[in-house]
């Protein structure tokens, strides 16, 4: 009956022992690939007529390009390497064009005006008859000028306007700027023998796991009961803070997937439907599978969303599935890089990012999480990320780590992440204040990847499956009902 409970997942290439600092590394950084496409996000004007364009995401690049200086040192602390002052000038002429568009709809409007005053003159006299002519003539130039300005405004969509999409958000002061830093050590790391062994290894031997690849395996017995248990501890913990459950969908559009700084054409990126019976061929907003449990999810439930300041803050959390495609050039490592993982996410949205709450609900959620970590495992570290580390759209990044003995290293099993306003100027998310209008802020985070949680429990303990006494508690099994 236990063996019924199998959890299945897929997964790409056989298990090998890697660097898990390489595999962070290139899953935060997003590949450049040639595109020949045009944004999902943004939808240029000579697209229009093809694409439906949801939204017009907020750019603040006025904020962006008014400190040339701390732009170009973030963009380089990130190992980015983009010129910021060709930038800005592609965005001055991209408005200058603007304007001078403006103001030939302005004439153009101004003459078709005085041309039909004068047809509609009963009598008109030679003069007025010339000077209809003339007018005629000056609208026709006009309207050509109009009509290059225009598609000369639709090339430089497709190519300033993405670029700008591009930038990373605003790093946090909080940030490290060269090398990470620990901020908390729980316990000490254990003893173990010389002859470690996988954690693939080890669950396969005690009967818990069977792995095929990172997309395909299946958790066995106590485990597969474990993953159940573990996610209902942790739900227990945010719903004494008061946090809301929620129910996730499983797929989304390519819009939110690129507004959440992934490439939604990037296959290694975000896992791609082809075919889908809704979605015209070539369109450029098509289906993904990211799961019930993720940022995207979470997401979409507040895309181009009025929310009343009054509801503020707003603190959700999910468990579920999370679906993530093993990113190029990356060696498969068991559970490590399952590419389907049953997880717990946090999301909180507060109004301001400048405010004294944005900094104490983060602070309150990483001691949450702190929580649920000391019930999991004896010993644990709390990271804080370094800037080259961080993926585009985040601010700042805390890690919570775990020694995996055959890796010889951390391992990360969640993390906590700030992400400003980005998010919510891209998908305008918003919220009324008395001056008009304003973008609240996100906090959020897969605090913990039970796969990669299971592996490193059984790698620190290889000749029996030890469950967590709270957890356990939880464990529906004769073996583990607590006394």
């Known amino acids: 009956m236990i063996n019924n409970l199998y959890n299945s997942t897929r997964a790409l290439q056989r298990t090998c022992r890697i660097s898990m600092r390489d595999v962070r590394r ?83 409007s101004e003459l078709a005006g005085r041309v039909r005053r004068l047809w509609e003159s009963v009598d008109r006299t030679a003069e007025q008859e010339q000077e209809m002519h003339k007018l005629r003539t000056q609208l026709n130039i006009i309207r050509q000028d109009l009509k290059t300005i225009r598609e000369a405004i639709w090339d430089l969509d497709e190519d300033v306007i993405e670029r700008i999409l591009k930038l990373p958000n605003e790093l946090d002061r909080r940030t490290p700027v060269n090398e ?27 009967d818990l796991l069977e792995y095929k690849n990172p997309m395909y395996y299946y958790l066995c017995n106590d485990a597969a009961l474990f993953e159940l248990a573990v996610l209902a501890h942790a739900s227990r913990i945010f719903n004494e803070n008061d946090m809301i459950k929620i129910i996730g969908t499983d797929f989304s559009r390519s819009l939110v997937v690129e507004a959440s700084g992934l490439n939604h054409e990037d296959p290694t990126a975000t896992f791609v439907i082809e075919n889908h019976n809704e979605i015209e061929r070539g369109s450029p907003n098509r289906m993904h599978l990211v799961g019930g449990a993720s940022l995207v999810s979470f997401l979409i439930l507040h895309t181009k969303q009025l929310i009343n300041p009054n509801h503020f803050p707003l603190k959700y959390f999910a468990t579920g599935r999370q679906y993530m495609p093993l990113p190029r050039d990356t060696h498969t490592c068991g559970l490590f890089t399952a590419c389907q993982a049953s997880v717990a996410h946090a999301f909180v949205m507060v109004k301001d990012v400048k405010s004294e709450e944005y900094e104490i609900r983060f602070n309150e959620l990483l001691e949450n999480v702190c929580r649920l970590y000391d019930d999991l495992c004896d010993h644990y570290r709390v990271v804080m990320r370094s800037a080259s580390e961080l993926q585009p759209c985040e601010g ?57 949680l299971l592996a490193c429990l059984l790698e620190q303990n290889p000749n029996k499956f030890v469950i967590p006494p709270k ?8 073996d583990y009902i607590a006394t």
Not at 62 to 87: P, S, T
Not at 471 to 478: E, F, N, R, Y
């Open 180 to 206: 990470s830093v620990v901020l908390k050590i729980v316990g000490s790391t254990p003893k173990f023998e010389e002859n470690r062994r996988s954690h693939i290894d080890i669950g396969t031997s005690l």
């Open 26 to 108: 290139k899953v935060f950084f997003p590949i450049n690939l040639k595109r020949n496409y045009s944004s999902a996000l943004y939808i240029s004007g000579n697209k229009a007529y093809k694409a439906f364009a949801f939204l017009s995401p907020y750019l603040d690049c006025d904020e962006r390009f008014a400190n040339m200086d701390k732009l170009q040192k973030e963009l380089v602390l990130r190992g980015m390497n983009v010129d910021v002052v060709q930038l800005k000038n592609a965005w001055n002429f991209y408005l200058k064009m603007v304007t001078d568009r403006s103001a030939l709809e302005d004439n153009n």
């Open 471 to 478: 957890i356990a508690d939880l464990v529906l099994s004769d």
């Open 396 to 452: 700042l990044r805390v890690s919570f780590e775990m020694w995996s003995p055959f890796a010889n290293q951390y391992i990360e099993i969640g993390h906590v992440s700030a992400y400003g306003n980005y998010f919510s100027k891209r998908l305008l998310i918003a919220y009324q204040t008395p001056c008009g209008r304003d973008f609240p802020a996100v906090i959020s985070g897969t605090v913990l990847s039970v796969p990669r």
